[in-house]
């Protein structure tokens, strides 16, 4: 099987490269810069027009990166009938772009598998010199979420890229859900440093995150102080391992 990997230089796309490379599957990269790309066969392009990357191949880890699902018909077409693993998001479940972008794959073919993260242990690289200093000023401490080491989204993805996951969605996730308080605690243990949370001013949080991001994430992080984000056990089903703890992610990043 040939496999195309979009977002290969990314946080999970890399370690799916990697993955697939060990099991001795063929494997093409999309990349905007070669000179990043981590392995297999490189072809430079954009993944708004994924013509030429998709020709010859059977399966593709496909990631959209942008806000909206605008353009999402062209980027998905050259990829009719084959398998599309799609690194998609537990917002999909109310619609919005990412479940524009899943109906777009299932348009195009029968073989999808979707990737629905809660949140990506990596979102609190953002944090780190910050935690460095002692103190991480952000919006809505309390709020809860069930963060996922990329490394298991990966492990996913080489499942349903290996064996049958056609038509299924997946909920993937932490093992347990963790305030923003409590994930800077662990990483300035990682750290080997003290580091509070200090709740910053949503005035000042929409300038820092930008308009754009912000209109999304802080009415979403601020509903998860009363509801937490879910804790699924789809890795350990699909995988066979449970899910990485957060504070392991943090410590095989920091210590
Ligand atoms: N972060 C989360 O918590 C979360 C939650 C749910 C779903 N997701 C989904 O996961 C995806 C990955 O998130 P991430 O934060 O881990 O980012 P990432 O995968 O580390 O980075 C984005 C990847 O996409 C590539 N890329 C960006 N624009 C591109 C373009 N126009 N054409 C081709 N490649 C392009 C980047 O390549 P370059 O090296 O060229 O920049 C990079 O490899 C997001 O797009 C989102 O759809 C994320």
Redesign the pocket.
Known sequence: MKVLV????????RHVVRGLLERGEDVRV????PA?APGGDVVR????DPAEAAEGVDAVYF????YSAEGIDKAVKPFKDKKIVY?????AEDGGFWGEVEQAIIGVTDDWTFLR????A??TLGWVEQAKTGTVRAPYGQAKRSLVH?KDVADMAIEAFTEDHAQQIYLVTGPEALSQAEQVKIIGDALGKPVRWEEQPLGEARAHLGEEFAASALPYWASLVDEPEPVSLDVAKVTGHPARPFDDWARERFS
């Open positions: 979009t977002g290969a230089t990314g946080n999970t796309g999309l990349v905007r810069d990043k392009g954009d993944i708004t990631l959209w990166p942008f690194l998609s998001s537990v917002a993260v809660t949140g990506l990596t979102n990329e």
